[in-house]
């Protein structure tokens, strides 16, 4: 038996999925097609950047917070009962003092993580697919509903998807050549930024170190252990950081107003156990898995 054979599954590199045999010259086209997508999202989610649609009720109620507050001041609890991360709203603030108090200056931040979104899923999606499979993966994510509505929005939705994005790239990269530590280090060094732009970026970073540590910690070597270790502590720290400079007085502010209040459906009802897999369903026929397009318990939405 060959050495690559006897290879253990969890060190074998991370290659991209083909469904059938294509041939180079077919290969080339569907890349070219799928970077044809990407410029196609970008465009989409430029062109409805520079339409300069009205400030909708949601994005004023944070606004109001970018108005005349220092950068102190935006880890205080945030106007009209809003959460935002704090590097979120300081770089929104530094737009504001740079180029004014405007609808196109507040979206302009969150416009260009939605951009760069559509080219960082491309990346991730070509180290995992191959062939159809990258194009339609690339289409979804050009032409999906939400990333292009929410990707405009002064709200750190798109900084959401992008640091998702960024760190599940690490970790296939690291996928892909598991014998070096060099994307955990990687990783370590962009989380601070990461986890201080989106709030949900730490469930993201705290399934990969789950995933990963198990074969990691006990056959790993030992440059590839220390830095997921590194990259676990910096998490740890970053996430603790943020949440008690910043995070805590807007918990506090804002009490139990979201969770028994407007988001409650949200909450799995722990209260009627009976009623959790019906509460499953709702959510995952829901806007979570709307993509393309969709809508609340399985509807579909008309272009």
């Known amino acids: 038996m060959s050495t690559e054979a006897r290879r253990p599954a969890y060190d074998a590199p991370l290659s991209p999925l083909r469904v059938g045999e294509v041939s180079e010259a077919d290969d080339r086209w569907f890349e070219r097609v799928s970077w044809m997508l990407v410029g196609l999202g970008v465009l989409v989610r ?50 504001v003092l740079a180029l004014g108090y405007s609808e196109l200056t507040l979206r302009l931040f969150p416009t260009l993580c939605s951009m760069a979104s559509v080219v960082v899923f491309r990346h991730l999606a070509s180290r995992v697919v191959r062939g159809w499979g990258l ?7 050009a032409c999906a509903f939400y990333p292009i509505r929410h ?14 994005l960024l760190i599940l790239t690490f970790a296939v990269e690291y996928l892909r050549r598991p014998e070096s530590s060099r994307w955990w280090w990687i990783g370590a060094a962009a989380l601070p930024f990461l986890l201080g732009v989106s709030y949900p970026a730490v469930f993201v970073a705290g399934g990969v170190c789950a995933a ?9 070597a030992p440059r590839v252990r220390a830095g997921f270790v590194v990259y676990g502590l910096v998490m740890t720290a970053s996430f603790l950081t943020i949440y008690l400079a910043a995070t805590v007085s807007q918990q506090r502010a804002m009490g139990e107003h979201y969770r028994v209040g ?14 959790i897999p019906v509460w499953l369903l709702d959510q995952h026929a829901g806007n979570m898995m709307a993509y393309p397009v969709g809508e609340r318990r399985g509807g579909a939405r008309r272009p």
């Open 46 to 95: 430029l062109v409805r950047y520079l339409v300069d649609y009205p400030i909708w009720h949601d994005e004023a109620f944070l606004a109001a917070s970018l108005w005349d507050r220092g950068f102190r001041e935006l880890a205080q609890p945030l106007e009209y009962g809003q959460v935002a991360p704090w590097l979120f709203l300081t770089i929104e603030r530094v737009f």
């Open 135 to 141: 194009v339609l993966a690339t289409g979804v994510m």
């Open 151 to 164: 990707g405009n929005e002064i709200k750190p939705y798109a900084s959401d998807l992008l640091a998702a």
């Open 212 to 220: 990963a540590a198990l074969p990691i910690l006990l056959r790993g």
């Open 262 to 275: 407007y988001w409650r459906e949200s909450f799995p009802p722990l209260d009627q156990p009976a009623w």
